[in-house]
């Protein structure tokens, strides 16, 4: 069995709704980065110092030649764009996919938010597109990550070494997670408490 293609969809729970990313999002996600750019990007890319320069990412996402399907996460709350996180790496026939290229505003770390946009994009991978296998991957060096993924119920799967370079030259190890369809009723159950709990 091959799993669906992910198709451009709005997602929407309690906190935050997931919408395709479009460069028309660039300018609000830019000022919701405010002052925290280098901080937010510090794990993923050279730092946008310029709206133009977050709308080349987004480009690169839209009309690159790697095959994305991203969205832009919106706080509920206040209508606004408080980032962005991306299906990757799909591969139906294999019925596998990656959730990476995630960031967030600083005002939403350490909240439901990506929480929420997790529990949303893994209930629509396994139960709506029916894939098997989700993974993430992440900077040895970004433990803050590690720990999120973590604690969406992943399991850490092993270390790649000089996986990638780096945005100043350098190279990164990256650490990998994955959930497999049987592990997800599980993770669903805790990851519902945990947001039912605020």
């Not at 959730?99 to 929480?115: K, L, M, S």
């Not at 139960?127 to 060096?141: A, F």
């Amino acid at each position: 069995m091959t799993a669906k293609p992910p198709l451009p969809v709005v997602l929407t729970g309690r906190h935050v709704r997931l919408e395709p990313l479009t460069l028309d999002h660039v300018p609000a996600l830019y000022a919701a980065l405010g002052a925290d750019a280098a901080e937010v990007f510090r794990w993923i890319r050279p730092y946008p110092r310029s709206v133009e320069d977050l709308a080349g990412y987004a480009d690169t996402l839209l009309n690159g030649p790697d095959r994305y399907l991203a969205f832009v996460v919106v706080d509920l709350a206040t209508e606004q764009p408080v980032g962005w996180t991306t299906y990757l790496d799909i591969q139906e026939e294999h019925e596998r996919l990656e959730i990476g290229w995630t960031w967030y505003a600083r005002t939403h770390w350490r909240t439901g938010a990506n929480t929420e946009a997790k529990l949303l994009l893994l209930t629509h991978a396994f139960e709506d597109l029916g894939y098997g296998r989700v993974q993430w991957k992440t900077d040895i060096n970004n433990e803050r990550s590690q720990n999120a993924i973590a604690r969406l119920g992943a399991r850490r799967e092993g270390v790649l070494r000089r996986q990638v370079q780096r945005g100043d030259g350098s190279w990164r190890d990256s650490v990998y997670f994955g959930m497999n369809v049987d592990e997800w009723p599980a993770a669903r159950a805790r990851l519902t408490e945990r947001l039912a709990k605020g």
